[in-house]
């Protein structure tokens, strides 16, 4: 296997970890409401905490890795979610939670930025839409994994063992980063061959091209947020109906071990056809008007099913949109912007939905807000498309 494969291999197993410990919350939503005594406003407002760090981080996250370097800055972001998880783990009280949330999601804030630009390092000039498609599918794996595998092991073992669980995943992936990943060299990292040079770089991102990219963010943001309504709010709605916690859990979960297939494909067919706008159009409209309908639904099976085709094949074309406006020397900070935004919307978004949700006294009105927000990014891709033409190009 080459270098800039191993490389993505490494992150990509490393990200399915953070993404393990920040489902948790959701999974196990049902075991922490009766052990805490807390409703769906503060489960949401939990799951919103492991991504609030990132309002702030973000943006200076390709600093810090300048600063103290990419891969040792990883490091240490894995060590911080080691140490969120195990305060979890270990101190049974509801304060401890919130505490060892925020610090984990520090931690994780450094991997999502960080990695996303180390791997562009590798693929700049390469088949950087594939790679980004198959990265972004390490998140909805890690959640489909916490889905099933969490709700058994607290039924058998209690919370705080099951939290140890993902500490220890956590170990794993920050051994696997320190012996395993390789940075890449300067001229790849560049997107150039030894015997390329830059000619006429810019020294900031403005003007549209921060325009673009601000927008960019924004339909991350809003798709992963609509995302989080289902893997977030799905058991509860489930649960409601009758279902058990685990099986309601096992169920939603369904989405998410569709996501890699249905995200590969995406990538695939943008690439090839080059038809990106086409690819997400189609995804977003197909997931918003699935996510409408679920409120009326009784056989949630097929329709999770249908909702893991059609909102997959989104991820790895809306990754790949912050390459057609950015230029080596400003993907630090556009990434940073990029992340910026969709940590606002995935900080924001579970809150609000589990608040509506306790206001009505049911989760479904959760999956109509994640359809409005679909409904949104098509109005973003149109305003994306129409700046992207004023950018020179990356």
């Known amino acids: 296997m080459s270098a800039h494969w191993r490389a993505l291999c490494v992150l990509f197993l490393v990200r399915v970890t953070m993404a393990l410990q920040f489902q948790s919350v959701a999974a196990l939503s049902p075991f922490m409401m009766t052990n805490f005594g807390v409703g769906l406003a503060d489960i949401g407002l939990l799951i919103g905490l492991y991504v609030s760090p990132g309002v702030i981080i973000a943006l200076p996250g390709g600093a810090i890795g300048k600063r103290f370097g990419d891969k040792q800055a990883v490091a240490f972001g894995l060590v911080l979610m080691l140490a969120g998880g195990l305060l979890i783990a270990l101190v049974p009280h509801w304060e401890a939670q919130i505490a060892g949330r925020v610090l984990a999601g520090i931690g994780g804030v450094i991997l999502n930025v960080l990695m996303t630009k180390m791997l562009t390092d590798w693929f700049a000039g390469r088949e950087i839409a594939t790679a980004m498609a198959i990265f972004v599918n390490s998140w909805p794996l890690g959640i489909a994994i916490g889905l099933a595998a969490l709700p058994p092991i607290a039924e058998a073992f209690g919370v705080p063992a099951t939290m140890g669980v993902i500490a220890a995943a956590i170990a794993l992936g920050l051994c696997l980063l320190i012996f395993g990943y390789q940075p890449a060299t300067s001229t790849v990292a560049a997107g150039l061959s030894p015997t390329d040079s830059v000619s006429n770089?810019?020294?900031?991102?403005?003007?549209?091209?921060?325009?673009?990219?601000?927008?960019?963010?924004?339909?991350?943001?809003?798709?992963?947020?609509?995302?989080?309504?289902?893997?977030?709010?799905?058991?509860?709605?489930?649960?409601?109906?009758?279902?058990?916690?685990?099986?309601?859990?096992?169920?939603?979960?369904?989405?998410?071990?569709?996501?890699?297939?249905?995200?590969?494909?995406?990538?695939?067919?943008?690439?090839?056809?080059?038809?990106?706008?086409?690819?997400?159009?189609?995804?977003?409209?197909?997931?918003?008007?699935?996510?409408?309908?679920?409120?009326?639904?009784?056989?949630?099976?097929?329709?999770?099913?249908?909702?893991?085709?059609?909102?997959?094949?989104?991820?790895?074309?809306?990754?790949?949109?912050?390459?057609?406006?950015?230029?080596?020397?400003?993907?630090?900070?556009?990434?940073?912007?990029?992340?910026?935004?969709?940590?606002?919307?995935?900080?924001?978004?579970?809150?609000?939905?589990?608040?509506?949700?306790?206001?009505?006294?049911?989760?479904?009105?959760?999956?109509?807000?994640?359809?409005?927000?679909?409904?949104?990014?098509?109005?973003?891709?149109?305003?994306?498309?129409?700046?992207?033409?004023?950018?020179?190009?990356a």
């Open 201 to 393: 770089p810019t020294t900031g991102l403005r003007g549209v091209a921060l325009a673009s990219i601000i927008v960019a963010g924004s339909i991350w943001g809003a798709y992963n947020a609509a995302l989080s309504m289902i893997f977030s709010f799905g058991p509860a709605l489930l649960v409601e109906r009758g279902w058990s916690a685990a099986a309601a859990s096992a169920s939603t979960s369904i989405v998410l071990w569709i996501f890699p297939i249905s995200g590969l494909l995406g990538g695939f067919l943008a690439d090839r056809l080059q038809r990106r706008e086409l690819v997400l159009v189609v995804s977003f409209t197909a997931f918003a008007a699935l996510m409408f309908a679920i409120p009326s639904q009784e056989n949630f099976v097929p329709i999770f099913i249908a909702l893991g085709l059609c909102g997959g094949l989104a991820a790895g074309p809306i990754m790949s949109l912050p390459a057609t406006v950015l230029r080596p020397e400003t993907r630090a900070i556009g990434l940073g912007v990029y992340f910026t935004l969709f940590y606002i919307f995935t900080m924001l978004a579970p809150f609000a939905a589990g608040s509506i949700a306790e206001a009505l006294g049911t989760a479904e009105a959760t999956f109509t807000m994640g359809g409005t927000l679909l409904v949104a990014c098509l109005a973003l891709l149109a305003t994306f498309k129409a700046l992207q033409r004023r950018v020179p190009a």
